[in-house]
């Protein structure tokens, strides 16, 4: 049976590992391998990179870094950060990333996501959407959200921009929840459960985990494939093999990484 | 020993030399056919389409280089697909290495295809290759499409319908999930495809 997956999320900057609360005031976390590494030892069962500062510089997530991560780790890894054609995804996914998640971009261009799947197979492909819900109540997404002063509102609703990525070609969607983001209240299960319910490829909830019984939560009530977070593990608030532990107890199945 | 990487363009490529690297070997990436014909052991990684992956292989003139192939050979992920007869996806004539048709996933209810994540393996078989993966040890899958089971089927997985995990066929081996993102569990695979025990 295919298990539920726990991923840590590292945003990048200058080649460190940072994090901010509601998508600002970033503060350093740490060095990319040993962050990677230790994720990898606590039997994390995927690994997601966003270079936060690529996209509002117009440039693409460094390909060094990468490299060095996909010598060192055997869990899969996907990589983020102003991927804008298929020669950016080439790069990244030959220097050893699993997969490439696009989010700016791909609102600038959808074109996109078709061409990358074409090259590359939709496995690989992975859409990520800032998505918050606006004063009429409506879910809308956001670009640029790597840099507060640039983040820019769009016109586009979420749920359409969920229907339209995958018949594009995405073959995951990454949900943040921007609402939620950092402030460890829990995921935003109204939000993810609509996504679900449109949503036939796998879907990962982003931004709001707190505890363990959020995770527990989240993959009960949303029925989602995998739970991202940041601070959560990077403060040690809570611990992988703890909470894989709590899971499998409420019979949710999760890899046993022993 | 000689470990080659057919450089069949999969995006893989410089995972599976890494994970090979973990285990103290430098495979050589080649699409050189006196290379491949001398080496010991032979890997076909592959991720993308059997279309495009099939059309690499026969732009390089190495399709018969690989039917050829009489070192123990180890297909990864499309890489095993294309060891098959042929594939449902672009209609593609493969290369006929293991019997078999290869067809897409029918997802269902709280099925979704792609298969992405971490999935149980049931060894039905021994084989040198599953050598100390135990059943219910679990490996990292990304993939549309699966291989049917048949009398060459080492391991099943099961995503809504039970499928080809791990297939031999003489000097042939093929895995559909990724050994070089499959932690311990894929290191072992590897190890044992290249141990001088493989038999």
């Known amino acids: ?210 505890t363990a019984g959020h995770f527990a939560q989240v993959f009960r009530d949303a029925d989602v494939d995998g739970a991202l977070a940041a601070s959560v593990f990077h403060s040690g608030a809570i611990r992988i093999p703890e909470l894989k532990r709590s899971l499998r107890e409420q019979d949710i199945e999760v890899r046993d990484a022993g | 020993m000689q470990v080659v990487l057919i450089d069949s363009g999969g995006a893989n490529i410089g995972s599976v030399k890494y994970a090979l690297e973990r285990l103290g070997v430098n495979a050589q990436l080649t699409a050189d056919p006196q290379v491949i014909a001398s080496a010991d052991r032979v890997i076909l990684p592959g991720v993308g389409a059997a279309g495009p992956g099939m059309a690499r292989l026969r732009e390089l003139e190495l399709v018969d280089v690989v039917r050829a192939v009489r070192q123990p050979l180890l297909g990864v992920c499309l890489g095993m697909q294309l060891l098959f007869d042929s594939s449902e996806e672009d209609d593609t004539q493969c290369l006929g290495l293991v019997p078999g048709r290869v067809r897409k996933l029918a997802g269902g209810q709280g099925i979704r295809v792609p298969q992405m994540g971490w999935n149980t393996l049931k060894p039905l078989r021994e084989d040198s290759l599953l050598s100390g993966v135990p059943e219910g040890a679990q490996a990292y899958f990304v993939h549309s499409y699966v291989a049917p089971m048949g009398e060459d089927t080492l391991a099943t997985s099961s995503h809504g319908e039970e499928f080809a995990a791990v297939v031999r066929h003489g000097n042939c081996w093929g895995a559909q999930f990724h050994p070089e993102r499959s932690a311990a569990v894929g290191a072992k695979l590897l190890e044992n495809f290249l141990s001088e025990r493989l038999a």
Request: charged share 30%.
């Open chain 1, 1 to 210: 049976m295919l298990s539920r997956r726990i991923i840590p999320c590292l945003d990048v900057r200058d080649g460190r590992v940072v994090k901010g609360v509601k998508f600002r005031d970033h503060v350093d976390m740490g060095d990319i391998l040993e962050l990677a590494l230790r994720y990898r030892d606590e039997g994390a069962d995927e690994l997601v990179f966003y270079d936060i500062t690529a996209s509002p510089e117009g440039r693409r997530a460094d390909r060094s870094w990468v490299e060095r991560v996909a010598r060192v780790i055997d869990i899969p890894f996907c990589v983020a950060g102003g991927i804008r054609d298929v020669e950016d995804a080439r790069v990244l996914l030959y220097a050893g990333a699993d997969k490439i998640s696009v989010n700016t971009p791909a609102l600038e261009r959808p074109g996109l996501i078709g061409e990358l799947a074409a090259a590359f197979g939709v496995q690989c492909i992975v859409v990520g959407i800032d998505s918050l819900r606006d004063e009429d109540g409506e879910w809308r997404v956001r670009q640029y959200t790597g840099d507060p002063s640039r983040t820019r509102a769009l016109a586009k609703r979420m749920l359409d921009w969920v229907v339209e990525a995958q018949q594009l070609g995405a073959g995951e969607i990454v949900l943040n929840c921007m609402g939620s983001d950092g402030v460890r209240n829990g995921y935003d299960l109204v939000q993810l459960r609509a996504v679900r319910k449109l949503c036939d490829v796998p879907l990962i909830a982003s931004g709001g985990a707190g």
